[in-house]
């Protein structure tokens, strides 16, 4: 806890410099009329840095590091994270109702290790609904692939 | 010159389509109450996109209704499964859990359920009549007092917010920097967005809504290994009539929970303070305190009376300022600027049939919660027998599409996976979630009235001390800012020992 509080602080620190810094180049003085376009996220920039410092410093004092996380909880984190990106990026290529098919077809089927069956019917048959809940009924579209576009939509 | 109105607002809310709209966002509402990483917040953020073709009146009380919804559906967690959906459901989890555990849980769920509704009611009421004053009020307010109250609004969570106030103050930051990325309304120039063509458009608060407490839930959740070891409802008629009989007896309870509940709930982080002030309380006063984490009926009555007070109160500065209360009454302040109403006093002047359409939802969309709740808790729990390899990935597909339905733009999703990841982690390092996405919401309101101030001002910040209102309001909100510096130095001055870390509002 102590490493990733540490960590955490020291990025959240070099963001507000990052704001500074563009802060400064746009103005934080007073314009032509009232206050420039930096002079806000300046004064937020300089007061998180006192912040995070004093939260370092905090944390830096604390004796004790417990882990941040345990192996198997990462694992079981990185299970739903990595397949949730790879569907992010198919998506891009496939649409999302094909894409969230996979993904979920793909989890209940290495995690759950669900039946065959059961993979099948809700994987397919979830972005069915959502995609009459939401291309035909509510007129939202949501991003579409090859398959839509055989399909005629 | 209450009731004429609210019997106008009454007639816009009960219209067999807004009936409808009501029963659609209740039971929606609810399912998402009781599954584990949508709340209130991200379910009306990830509905708020359907909303975006309805008229203003019906689609406030869609999200109402599903606000009422995942108020109800976080008692049966709590009493069913031990599993406390929001924060403010933790206090329900004491008595409600052995109650189930007792074979009791109609009658735990009962109760829980009628003292939200009447925790619930009492803000309602005491809304409709304040709210119109508070608005006549605050339309004499100028920028100075407004950025006052959004001060007073961050300075309470920074103050008795609980957890670390330093990383409050943190997060608090963090939303208002993510609300400056992109073009200047006022100058018209390009901020923070390093020459990123996909930045100009800034940060959306919806999507960060949705990966904070959607995404970053579900990580959590799947980090503790859940597992559901549910009691059965055992619910019937019998029990709920048999209950009625018992409740009347807890009229103190119900008392106190909702002043409680409707005193700290208009405050930003009210309902979780007000659901365990008002449990410690009842056990103060009860005959048989030593009965209380038995599975006492009463320990579930104080905290569900009070958090429901304390929720519809959260609504309060949402309609009569603009100024939401919680990260639930953010989202909806956001639906009110999409669908083009401009949040704030003038409502009450310009659009009196959404505002009372509004106030009258609330009355029927609790008596018809309390209803549906009482009736379908069988259906709503079975959602939790639902494996949790099925439901995780289904929340996260949900998730995607609300963060794409906002703009139609892909980088939306992308920012959805960063933001829950962050919202993992800062859950983890004890960096509140529900600060930062009030200043993502508020950032552009605050940094104008900040503006506007100081040019009234010429640049000085004299201003917020020498007008009356604003002086007083700023004074409260330094008092509240440098409460966690002052109150260990005081108890160190009184003898008394250091307190104990008050539990975090999410």
Redesign the interface.
Known sequence: MRTADLITAAVLIAGAGLVIFDSVRVGIGWGTDGPNSGFFPFWLGVIMIAACLLIAIQAWRRSTNTPFVQPAQLRSVLKVLWPATAAVVLMQFVGLYVASALYMGFYMRWVGRHRWVTVAAIGIGVPIATFFVFETWFLVPMPKGPLETWLGY | MGLENLALGFHHAVTPFNLFVAVVGITLGTIIGVLPGLGGANGVAILL??T??MPPTSAIILLTSLYWGALFGGAITSILFNIPGEPWSVATTFDGYPLARQGQSGQALTAAFTSSFVGAFFSIVLITFFAPILAEIALKFGPPEFFAIQLLTFSSFVGLGGG?P??S??SI??G??LA?VGL?I??G?L??T?GFTDLMKGFDFIVAVIGLFG?GE??LS????LAFHGATTGMNLRVVLDTWKILPRYWRTFVRGSFIGFWMGFKPGGATPASFMSYAFAKRFSRHPERFGKGELEGVVAPETAAHAAGVAAMLPMITLGIPGSPTAAVMLGGLIIWGLQPGPLLFKEKPDFVWGLIASMYTGNILGVIMVLAGVPFFAAILRV????L???I??VC??GA??VH?S?ID??YM?IFG?VG??FK??D?PLAPLVLALVLGDLA?NA???S??MSQ?SLAIFFTRPIAGAITAVAIFFFALPVITPWWRRLRGLPAAAPAPRET
């Open positions: 996109p359907l975006f073709t670390n330093l990383k103050l943190v930051l963090i208002f920097i400056a200047d006022v100058t120039q901020r923070m390093f995404v579900i990580l799947v980090e503790e290994g494996p949790f390899a099925i995780t990935p289904l996260v597909v995607a599409i794409y339905a139609s892909m999703i992308w996976l990841v993992y982690v983890k390092l960096y940094e900040l503006r506007q100081l040019i640049g």
